[in-house]
């Protein structure tokens, strides 16, 4: 279907369908919760009425305000800000009972609005105790869950220069797939192969991921028996779901004490939470920790955020994406980790996924940072991947397997 | 200040003081929760600055979307609709330790949205559940609460024939006096006027209001030592706070088993909750209730509102207001109770106001009955007086003391 041809109101239904059938698969009689802002209207609208389609037994739209929440750190007293009411907390933790879909709908449309205030008070407007509540029922797959793109007039002159709505949506659309016939079925079979490439890199077993191209020399250390995720995820109740639309990635989350080397982060890209804009990144990794920060902009965001916990610095993060990345081909910047993080290979410090190793099951922090795993209340993705970026994947003697050449997958 | 230079950012701000200082009246510290639509975000993001700026430790916002009620009205499974997750009753419940200033906004961006659907699934979507929790926590004054105006596109296309949003701004302005000087000083003036008549009445300790006028002769039976309320309201915790704004009523809550008569209702109005229209409404009452229902659009709603529960049909409320209203001087009917039961005296079938009778504190629903206050779901005003209609209080033995004259105050 010629996406040129269709207005944004069919591609938001199509969307909205991809969310509610593939995103976080809606079973009859379910519970779905939809958290966005009150700018991502049009898209929430849009989803609640597929969900319905779909069987849900109730939507209910939890509406952020980023105006409300500049006048909080504006105004606010201090030790007010970022402390989530208990009944939300308590809401979220029934979860747990009640099982529901979640989705979460991202896209800024004006990440330039607490540019004013002082960067230690818009901080701490972030909900730390309802992501305390909130990650963990997700990292455990406890609910079914997505995040996914609400394109809105602000996000669009955010990219594109102009409050450009129909070209962002075409983007949105190209790097989703609704250009395809029967776009659910064509995410089928995205998901699929994503899966084969998976449960390649699980068969090799692969003792590490080294990364080289101009000014990227940095080996990952993986953990044995770590499983690589891609594509769908099973929740602990057996429904299928695909955390993120778009993905293009398949990762795993590295052995906390071994990443070492230097890598020149290729996209320019937001930091989740102070939506600082980085551009021209360079690292340096030692014993599993990111030790040193250079930057063209953005360099203290970043070095803020490693040093806001004893965690913070190690990584949670290694992902494999080619040069075949739909995200990739739109050749736009989108500001927006959803879609940044899938324009090539990319690590991040921060949170692991306990998925990605069986053993973390029931684990607790503490027995999760023993086993390698990182825990952490942040995860900053960054793309260090591209055309001149070759992977290969490690051996324990350090012989090398490649995985992709000249942007392409070729492990076979 | 001349309301035609006012630009509607500046309208906006001033109004938002005036909810925050006169309405609520906010004190340092305290908790404030604003409830409203996705499209009354402009005004409740200035309500939420003027509120920090107050002192507000924390300000919540819980938007609603009608069109997300409207997919669950046209595709939900039937028995969901109107059902509160349980963590937002819990929050409600909370109110009680946390004593908020809670903030209603009001102005129906799309009174015919739900027009295309079965009404009595629309009707199924009202959460009596969430209403069975807030109501009596207002009623009992436990938090400081208001209602207050959130002027929008939509609402102003239902009013002025086009989406006027200036116009409409300029027109809710004249009604909550943001065109004196110092609009709260204003306030606190008009706020002891209505403070003065609700006291005289209660001197005369009248037996009944008799209100008379072209197709209107209705005697309401008032209770013995029943309380005038109007203007202002004190909390439990001691604060005074004004629930409407605009105000411009004196109102007591009659003997539910004594009203009389046959009576035109003056103006057109919206019915809660249907957002039915109701034009040339006749009504007649005996025993305290209506028992017959006539008019020229909009009769099914209000017979089907009567016979939903028991005690519907029974007064809840009797007010008095005279032809200085701000609101009837704009000449507009805002179709929204908010505003257009300022335009005159009027009554309201539903439930009563316990406030009303000093005996009524801690009793619950079957004392309220026994002491003739009505107990219901529902409220529903309309406005009965005008420039045509006489009101006199009676004592006992039925002798006639005049209260308006020719549309004026007479009552020394």
């Avoid at 991809?18 to 966005?36: A, H, K, M, S, T």
């Avoid at 955010?158 to 949105?172: H, K």
């Avoid at 290969?392 to 392409?408: A, E, K, V, Y």
Wanted: hydrophobic share 40%; charged share 20%.
């Amino acid at each position: 279907m010629p996406i040129a041809d269709s207005g944004i109101e069919d591609l938001q239904a199509r969307y909205a369908e991809l969310v509610v059938r593939v995103g976080v698969n809606v079973q009859p009689g379910q519970e779905v919760v939809i958290r966005g802002l009150v700018e991502h209207a049009p898209v929430a609208r849009a989803i609640a009425r597929q969900a319905y389609l779909a069987g849900a037994r109730r939507v209910t739209v939890e509406y952020d305000d980023l105006h409300v929440q500049h006048a909080a750190a504006e105004l606010g007293p201090e030790d007010w800000l970022g402390r989530t009411p208990e009944h939300v907390l308590a809401g979220i933790r029934g979860w747990v009972e009640s099982k529901p879909a979640v989705i979460r709908l991202t896209g800024n449309p004006e990440p330039q609005l607490f540019a004013d205030l002082d960067p230690t008070r818009v901080a701490r407007l972030d909900p730390k105790d309802q992501a305390a509540v909130r990650l963990p029922l997700l990292a455990a797959n406890v609910v079914t869950w997505t995040v996914a793109a609400a394109p809105n007039p602000g996000w669009a002159r955010v990219i594109l220069g102009e409050p450009d709505l129909p070209s962002l949506w075409r983007a949105v659309a190209a790097a989703t797939r609704l250009d395809e016939t029967d776009p659910v079925a064509a995410w089928r079979a995205h998901v699929a192969r994503l899966q084969t490439r998976a449960s390649t890199l699980e068969r090799y077993g692969f003792d590490a991921i080294r990364f080289r191209g101009t000014g990227t020399d940095l080996t990952v250390g993986l953990l044995g028996g770590c499983r690589w995720l891609g594509g769908s995820q099973t929740s602990s109740s057996g429904i299928d779901f695909v955390p993120n639309l778009p993905t293009e990635e398949v990762f795993t989350s590295p052995d906390r004490r071994r990443a070492e080397g230097t890598v020149r982060v290729s996209y320019p890209f937001v930091v989740p939470g102070s939506n600082a804009f980085v551009r021209g990144l360079q690292l340096r990794l030692a014993g599993g920790r990111v030790v040193e920060v250079t930057a063209d902009e953005g360099a203290e965001a970043i070095r803020e955020q490693l040093a806001s916990e004893p965690n913070a610095a190690h990584l949670g993060e290694v992902a494999l994406v080619d040069g075949s990345s739909r995200v990739r081909g739109t050749g736009l910047v989108f500001r927006d980790t959803l879609f940044d993080e899938n324009a090539g290979s990319h690590i991040a410090y921060g949170q692991a996924f306990p998925g990605a190793l069986d053993a973390s099951a029931g684990k607790n922090a503490h027995d999760l940072l023993a086993l390698g795993l990182n825990v952490a209340s942040l995860h900053t993705d960054m793309v260090i991947g591209g055309p001149e970026v070759n992977v290969d994947g490690l051996d324990r003697s350090g012989q090398p397997t490649p995985i992709i050449r000249d942007d392409t997958w070729v492990l076979p």
